[in-house]
Nanobody, 123 residues
Framework: HVQLVESGGGSVHSGGSLRLSCSASGIAGTLTSLGWFRQAPGDEREGVARLYTTDGDTYYADSVNGRFTISRGTAENAVYLQMNNLRPEDTAVYYC?????????????????WGQGTQVTVS
């Protein structure tokens, strides 16, 4: 049973920083894609960032490019999201996602595994 667990959410003022962490269990081997999505109340789930473990390639949504950084954790299939210069529009529930294949943040259906989410509030 695959399980992704996020941590590190919270409340910060505009311009502040947070680092989200995601740990994975129940997975044999290394997942190909690790990513982060977010969903604000009343909005659709939005892809934020993704990393391919095969080559380290990263990709960011335009809305966070230059402010957020996705990176691998020390544990296998662990992933971080460093969020700097946070804005009120970044307020959302943030979800960790993973896939055995090369997935896209433009299509949530390409991701196989999801965490339960962690709340980020920027005021």
């Amino acid at each position: 049973h695959v399980q992704l667990v996020e941590s590190g959410g919270g409340s910060v003022h505009s311009g502040g920083s947070l680092r989200l962490s995601c740990s994975a269990s129940g997975i044999a081997g290394t997942l190909t894609s690790l990513g982060w999505f977010r969903q604000a109340p009343g909005d659709e789930r939005e892809g934020v960032a993704r990393l391919y473990t095969t080559d380290g390639d990263t990709y960011y949504a335009d809305s966070v490019n230059g402010r957020f950084t996705i990176s691998r954790g020390t544990a296998e299939n662990a992933v971080y999201l460093q969020m700097n210069n946070l804005r009120p529009e970044d307020t959302a529930v943030y979800y960790c996602a993973a896939s055995d294949l090369r997935a896209s943040i433009h299509s949530a259906s390409t991701w196989s595994y999801w965490g339960q989410g962690t709340q980020v509030t920027v005021s």
